[in-house]
């Protein structure tokens, strides 16, 4: 007796998680801050995915939600909703003793005031040991990577110092170090240059350049200053609490050999295909509430609709 061959529906692909060979990756992430009887929305579904090894910078007007983001990339706030996960760690359901262990080891969290992640009455190699004393490293081990990472941040000199001995810059060189002490993958720094001139900035900006390319921490710093986004391969725009845009920097070589650095704008879409179009695109094309989309070969075009008042 010949049988039918049953033809079994095939096991359906699941989709990859958001960001699921990143280091970072949230979505639709939401903060809100209750004050009174107010409501803030400083996130309002974020969506950010880093890859091991990056160096991005965020911008954004003033309270746009910059410095939200990273405090809950630090481990230091909580999410309201949404999805967080940096490494292995899931932000939004870790225990207590789950978020000592991660501020600990996976991200160092340079503060945006220079002075509130540094202890009046401490040396600078002082700093340093603090965070391996609190991770039990054997002083020996201590004594050898606080040496080396005041050495690599150029402040090696100043390991005897207290921090109303050292410049702003050496300050912040110093926070930079104790940031990095338990070898974090991350290092998150909330605006490093904003209270230093123009050279000293640059200083420390190279500075954070040499611990993403030398030590490998991914780095995210977040910024005001066109100087410091100019200098990254990628920087995230942050609007009204959500990522609105990208920069993406690569560099070109010409016919003659010279080098230049091309910066494409790129707009982001969410995964569920949403795609902001920016004010002074739909303003010089009366884009309203409809719009025609058209699927090309290789591109998908948005037109105005215009028989919608027919
Ligand atoms: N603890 C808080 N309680 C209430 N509202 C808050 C709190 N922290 C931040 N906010 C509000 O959330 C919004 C985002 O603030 P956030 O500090 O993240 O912005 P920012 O982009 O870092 O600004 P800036 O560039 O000025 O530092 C702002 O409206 C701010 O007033």
Redesign the pocket.
Known sequence: MSTTPLSLPQPSQKTPEFGHDALIACESLV?I???GS?E????QGLDLVVNSGEMIAVV????????????ILAGI?APTAGRARVDRWNLLTMSRADRVHYRRHTVGYVR?QTASNLVPYLTSRQMVDLPMTAARTPARDRRARAAELLGALGVAQCADRRPAQLSGGQQMRVAIAVALANEPHVLLA??PTGELDTATSAEVFSALRDVNRQLGVTVVV?T?DPEVSGQVERTVA?RD?RTSSEVVRRTATAADGGTHVIAEEYAVMDRAGRVQVPRDYREALALTRRVRLALEADHVTIRPDLDGDA
């Open positions: 903060r801050y209750q004050s107010v803030v929305q400083a996130l954004g007007a003033s309270g746009s939600g910059k410095s939200t983001l990273l405090s706030d945006q909330d605006e977040v005001h942050i609490g």
